[in-house]
């Protein structure tokens, strides 16, 4: 039987590890054992940060919304709680977006979630 030797698939799963350090500081980038740690480590570094990104984006929401009916006299929890119980389904991504862009629109919604309390 003949004999398979895995140079070329060896030589292929190196330089994609090599490619995704390219830009990587000193060893980091052409050294394949220091390239295939730093490549790991920072992939666990975007998996986490993808998932601190919706928090830090919902938190930022959360402020804006807060800011923008602090003036009317109420609070972010009781007009959250006044569109939920008014019907108004809406995320807090577009709040804050109407908060900022439409003052008008969002002093309305204000006002129901007043009178729905």
Known sequence: MARVKG???????????LKLA????????THFKMAKQ???KS???????RRLKKRD??????????AAVAPYGINYSRFM????RAGIEMNRKA????AIADPAAFKALVETAKKAL
């Not at 709680?81 to 939920?84: D, I, P, Q, V, Y």
């Not at 709040?95 to 109407?98: G, R, Y």
């Open 7 to 17: 140079a070329m698939m060896t030589r292929k799963r190196r330089n994609k590890t």
């Open 22 to 29: 390219k830009s990587y500081w000193g060893s980091k980038s």
């Open 38 to 40: 730093a490549v790991k």
């Open 43 to 49: 992939g666990v570094y975007s998996y986490v940060g």
């Open 57 to 66: 984006f919902r938190r930022l929401w959360i402020t804006r919304i807060s």
């Open 81 to 84: 709680n006044g569109l939920k």
């Open 95 to 98: 709040l804050s977006e109407m």
